[in-house]
């Protein structure tokens, strides 16, 4: 089947009062898709899929993802923009028994612990008789602007006073009073300080943050 549309309105318009208006399977041992979405318009706010809930007792979903298997029921990946863009009192609900949402690059929370793969957390060494040491951050900041706050805590004795100065996009200096008695690790915590407006303007992307069209009834 397909269906196109050259100008506003819909390529494809199905409708149900039960069930489902529209049932895509995919099947076989090879890859492939149930269902392929293909946005080419260049107006702003264009969809290769719009889903809206309307008002009703209960909960309803405008898009629900659900996998049964090893997957994802909803994968977002942006190539330079936004994988999943969520909107609203609650823009993106996840649930599951290890993770709701999972983002790379963010931590992850699972049986009350958190788990970082090194973008905001991370272990830099002074070696003895150091009074410094320049740490690098696994995954350095996209966006220079924002000020990087990082707080350490010694994993041994440093001999005494210490901190932390020279904070970049890329990494930050590890600063002794006195030469390290023995070498010892410091464990930190980095995030990035944004001004409201500069959040506003930078999280997400401009082409991200651009309004979704309203289907017309």
């Known amino acids: 089947m397909t269906a196109t549309n050259s100008g506003g309105g819909y390529a494809l318009s199905a409708s ?3 069930g489902a208006s529209i049932l895509s399977t995919s099947d076989g041992t090879g ?4 269902m392929l979405l293909r946005q080419n318009a260049s107006g702003d706010g264009s969809n290769a899929l719009y889903a809206k809930t309307y008002t009703h007792t209960g909960t309803h ?7 049964t298997s090893q997957g994802a029921g909803v994968l977002g990946q942006g190539t330079s923009d936004t994988g999943v863009l969520g909107q609203g009192t609650a823009g993106v609900v996840g649930q599951g028994t290890a993770y709701g949402v999972v983002s790379q690059g963010d931590g992850l ?5 958190l788990y970082d793969d090194g973008g905001v957390s991370g272990v830099c060494s002074v070696a003895a008789g ?12 996209v966006d220079t602007t924002a000020r ?6 010694p994993q041994g004795d440093p001999g005494g006073v210490y901190w932390a100065g020279d904070a970049s996009a890329i990494g930050f200096t590890l600063n002794l009073a006195s030469p ?3 070498a010892v690790d410091f464990g930190y915590h980095v995030v ?3 001004t409201p407006a500069a959040a506003r303007a930078k999280l997400p992307s401009a082409a991200a943050a651009a309004r979704p069209s309203r289907a017309r009834r």
Not at 31 to 34: D, E, H
Not at 109 to 113: K, P, R
Not at 130 to 141: D, E, G, L, Y
Not at 148 to 153: A, C, I, R, W
């Open 16 to 18: 149900s009062t039960q």
């Open 31 to 34: 890859s492939g898709s149930a």
């Open 61 to 67: 979903y405008g898009v629900q993802g659900v996998t």
């Open 109 to 113: 929370v699972s049986g009350g612990n």
């Open 130 to 141: 150091a009074t410094s040491a320049s740490c690098s951050f696994r995954v350095a900041f």
């Open 148 to 153: 990087p706050v990082v707080v350490v805590t």
């Open 180 to 182: 390290a008695p023995d």
């Open 192 to 194: 990035g300080l944004y």
